[in-house]
Structures are given as C-alpha cells and as structure tokens.
C-alpha cells in the first residue's frame, strides 16, 4: 500500500496532504520487532499490511491540519491562555485552529467557514464545537450568528399535522344493515356527498404531501446538542481566511467580541495587496510589501477600535511558500 495512504488508514495521519508532510519529517516502518526499520522515502513507497509505522517527528499529527501548528505557536508567543474561554474560529476549513484551542482546554469553539463539508470528523461530533458552513465572515453580525448557530445545532422534523382519521357521517347512514327510519329522524346533521369527496381529496393530499416530504417542518435541537447554549459574545476570535482582506473583515468582528475581548488573527500578505504586488506563484518576497501590510492591518485595527497588542511572524510559512504573519488586538473595556 502507498505509504501516505497507510497513514492515514492506519490513523496516524488525517489527510493524505498530512501523511505526506509527516512522511517529509521522517516515517519508518517494520514487520516485526526483531526486524529492522525501513525508511520511507516518498509518498508512493510500499508498505506491506500489518507493519508497524513509527513517526520520527509527529509534530504534523497533532491536529487535523497544520494550522493548529501555526496558532499554537502564536498562542505561546502572546500568551494567551484559551482554557475556559467561548471562542470564535472564523475561516474553520478543515479545524486546525478550533483543534489547537480544544487542546488547550477551550470551553466552547464556534467555527465559522463560508465552504461547506471540510470540517475534520472528529471535530464535527465534539459537542464543545458549533460548525456554521456556508456563511461568509465579512457578512457576520451577532443576530445572523446566533440565527446560524441554532441551525447547525438543529434538524428539521415535520409537523404534528391535525390528521382526523374519521370519515363525515354519509348520508342515509341509517340505512346501513338493514336500518330503518321514522318520520322523527332528523338528517341535517348528515354529511353531504361533495363533503364526503372533500374529506378523501384532503386525505389524499396529505398522503402524498408525506411521500414527498413536504409537510411543514419544525427545527429541534439534535440529540445530544439540547443543552448547548450559543454565545452573545466571545473571549478570543482567531482566524485563518483566504481570498479576503482582513481589512474587510476586521469590521464585522468587532461587534462579536467580549469587553476586553482578544483577536489573533493569521495574516496572508498575498490576499491584503494588490495584483500587481504579487510574485510568480503568488509569492511575496519584499520585506518592503511585508510592511507595508503590517501597517494597513494596524490602521485597521485603530479604525475599528482595537488596541494591537502585537505583530509576529507565523513559526509556519503557508503551504506555497508565502511568509505568514499574525496580529493580535484587543478590544477595550467599554
């Protein structure tokens, strides 16, 4: 079996993109203990079934993707103590990040990520976690959170439906098993034929209307999620976006942090520049361009009313190669 692919069926790694960074660092494998290790050179090396595989540098498993690398890394140069805090992850994907802060003992992780379907499997069936798919972070706002997070939290059940299994009473009932009638009987109170169709047509329409599932629906808490509560605001908000300036990001979450509410965000300087100012492959090489957008995050930061509390570079490059960077603010009191 190809190397990468038996780390990750084996469990040591997540992804087959994780396997083959572990395997960059150092894998080797053996089929028993008396034999010898061998080491695995690259990705589509074998390795027979039921070997033994040892990492000789696990870093790369310790969370589900490499980001939890980055913000631990982050999280020990600040300072910040996650254990116990409500936080906001904006830019999930995969889970790095909210891994990183489940490790170090976060209360409650609210994961916001504008794809759908990428979150680890480990982290979706963590009841600390709220995974809100398909809402674009520029487009945050308290109500619009809240609201999303309910419906991650939810699933939709039909309706109890008024459904009277009881047919009108047809006309000439009376008549029924040789029944007889005086001149006392009183018939108003008889349904007449067009109610009798009436009914069955309704009937009818039910029935199909639940083949079909489409029958009102009402949202209910999914079992195992009935006590967790939704934050009105939070203590820490990390973030690793793509695509988007932070610039036009910075806005929205403001209104989602605590009083004294901390920010540490990764910035990727080739989504805050311009086009032009980009290298081959998307690489940006000037220091000068690294700075300058330091001081476009700052200005930032200062119109939105957070105090930037640091700038330091991300102990990870992005995956292409890109030099990366995080900021961290904070929110004042009032």
Not at 104 to 118: E, H, P, S
Not at 241 to 254: C, K
Not at 256 to 283: C, D, M, N, S
Not at 313 to 319: D, K, L, V
Request: some cysteine; charged content about 25%.
């Amino acid at each position: 079996m190809r190397a990468d692919i038996f780390l990750v069926e084996g469990g040591h790694a997540s992804t087959r993109s994780q396997a083959q960074r572990l395997i960059a660092a150092g894998v080797q494998w053996r089929l028993a203990p008396t034999m010898p290790w061998t080491r695995v050179a690259k990705n589509g090396d074998d390795i027979p079934a039921g070997a033994e595989a040892q990492l000789l540098d696990a870093a790369e498993a310790r969370y589900v993707s490499r980001g939890g690398l980055k913000l631990e890394g982050a999280l020990a140069a600040t300072a910040i103590d996650p254990a116990g805090l409500r936080c906001l992850d904006v830019g999930q994907s995969t889970g790095g990040f909210t891994d990183c802060l489940l490790a170090r003992g976060a209360a409650q992780v609210v994961g916001v990520d504008v794809g759908q379907g990428q979150l680890h499997e480990r982290l979706k069936t963590d009841v600390r976690v709220i995974a809100v798919e398909g809402l674009n972070a520029r487009h945050l706002t308290p109500a619009a959170l809240a609201e999303a997070c309910e419906e991650a939290l939810s699933e939709r059940v039909q309706a109890e439906v008024e459904d009277n299994d009881t047919q009108p009473q047809a006309p000439y009932a009376w008549m029924r098993n040789g029944g007889m009638v005086d001149d006392d009987y009183d018939d108003s109170s008889d349904a007449k034929e067009h109610e009798i169709e009436a009914f069955k047509a309704e009937r009818s329409a039910k029935a199909q209307a639940r083949a079909a599932g489409s029958l009102p629906t009402l949202r209910q808490r999914r079992a195992g999620r009935e006590q967790v509560t939704v934050p009105e605001a939070f203590d820490l908000v990390v973030g690793d976006l793509s695509f988007i300036s932070l610039t036009l990001v910075l806005p929205a979450l403001v209104p989602l942090l605590a009083p004294r509410g901390q920010l540490l965000l990764l910035v990727k300087p080739q989504f805050e520049l311009q086009p032009g100012q980009v290298g081959k492959g998307g690489i940006v090489r000037d220091p000068a361009l690294h700075a300058e957008v330091e001081q476009r995050i700052r200005a930032a930061c200062a119109a939105a009313d957070l105090a930037v509390q640091a700038w330091l570079a991300s102990p990870i490059e992005g995956g292409d190669g890109n030099r990366e960077f995080f900021i961290y603010a904070s929110r004042s009191a009032a």
